[in-house]
C-alpha cells in the first residue's frame, strides 16, 4: 500500500511514511533546523550594518556553545543556521573548522558581506548546556523571542551553573569506571578500586588544569595513576584473598580518560562532511591516547625500579562477565557519564535505559558469530534510533541521551591491549588491536549518525519534503 500526500493535505502526516509526527512526538531542534523556516519574526534590514551583526553574533554565539558542549559539527552549523534564518537571515552561512567558527552573509551587490569569527577554547560533554541551548533555538524557531530577548537568554546560559558540584560529576566518573570493571567481568573489589583510582585522577586533573597545564601532560598523569594503582592492587592484593587483573582497571581508566575526546566524535564529523575538523580532532585524540600511553610506560618502569613483580601483559585479554550484569553494568555506566557530564535527572534515566538496551543488543549480534564492530554498528544504529525517539517524548536533545547511551561500548579494552602490546615490543599485534579500536568508533559513529537519520525521517513534517 502506497501513501500518497496531495497538495491539499501535505501538511498531514500519515502513520505510514510518518508515524512520530502522526503520533504527535514533539520535534527536537535538529527536525526543526532542517525544516524549511517559518517566517521571520521580523525582516532585517541588510543595509543595517548593526542588526545584521547582532543577528549573526547570536547564532555564531550559540553555535559555540554547542560545539564546546560536545554537539557535532554537522548539527551545529544546521542550528546555527536555523538561529539566522528565524531572525530573517536565511542567506546565512556557517562554517567550522576544528575550534574556529564562521558565520557570514551576502547583501545586495555593492555592499560588502559581513562576517562574524569566534574560537572555541575548549570542547568537553556539557549537557546542561545543551539541553538549555536546545530549548532557547526551539524557542526561537517558533518565533517566541526577539534578538534582544535571545541575546539575554545566551547570556544567561553562560552564566548559569551546573545542576550539581564537580564532586557530583565526579561520582558519576567513578560509577562509570566501576560499571565498565564489572562489565569486563571484575570483582566488586575490584569495581571500588577502580572508583578510587577515578577519584584519584580526576581530581588530579582538575588540580592541573586550574593550573594550566597542557592536557596531554594531564593524560600522562591520569594514565600513570591508572596503570599505578592497579598495579599496586595487584602486588598487595593477588594472591591472598582475590585476584586483581590490572587490565580492567587500567581499561577502565582510560574509558574515563577518553570518554568526552574519543575518536567516536572525530569520525562523526568525518561521516557528516567535516573532513577538516575530523582531522583535528582525530589528531587531537591520538595525541591524548600517547600521553595516557605514556603514562602506562611511566607507571610500568617504575614498578620494574622498584623490583615488584608485574603481571605478564595477556593482549588477547576480553570481558567475562555474564550476560545480564554486562546489560545492568552498561546502564550504570551510561548514567554514571550523565552525571559526570552534568545531565539532568530525567536525562540520566534516558541515558542508562538507552544504554542497557544497545549493550543487550550487542550481546545478541556478537552471540551469532558476527564480530565486535558489527555488534557495535547494529547497537549503536539502535541506541540512535531509540534514543532519539525517547529523547523526544522526554523533550531532551538526543545527542544527550545517545552519547552517554555508547560509552559502555566504548574501545577502551581494546586500546588498553593495543597499548599493552606496542610498550612489549608486540608492534603488529599492538597496531591490529589499535586498528580494531578505530574500527569499533567507526561502528559507533556510523551507527549513531544512521540511527538518528531514520529517527528525524520518522518525525519530519510533509513540508520538509517541499
Known sequence: MTTVCTVENRDVPTPLTRPLAWLGVRKSTMDLAVEPPLSPMAPVDLDDDAAVTDVLNLALEIAGILLSSGEGAADTVAQAESVAAAFGLPGATVEVTFTSLTIGVNRRRGRPPISVIRVVDYRTVDMTRMTRVARLIDLIVRRRLTVEQATVEVEKIIASPHPHSFRVAVLGWAMLGCAVVIQLGGSPLAG????????????????????????????????????????????????????????QLVAAGIIVLLAGLTLVGAIEDAITGFPVTSAGRGVETMILTGGILGGITIALAVFERLGLSTPPIDPSISGTAPVYLTVLAAGVGAAGFAVASYATVRATWLAATVGAVGMLIFQAVTATGLGVVVGSALAACAMGLVGGILARIATVPPLVVTIAGITPLLPGLSVYRGLSALTSDQTGIGLGLMFQAVAIAVALAAGIVFGEWITRNLRRSAAADQ
Open 192 to 247: 571500588l578500586l577502580s572508583m578510587v583510582s577515578t577519584f584519584a585522577l580526576m581530581y588530579t586533573n582538575r588540580y592541573l588544569d586550574l593550573h594550566r597545564l597542557p592536557t596531554f601532560f594531564q593524560q600522562v598523569a591520569g594514565g600513570f595513576i591508572a596503570a599505578g594503582w592497579a598495579l599496586a592492587a595487584y602486588v598487595a592484593l593477588t594472591d591472598r584473598f582475590t585476584e586483581i587483573q590490572p587490565s
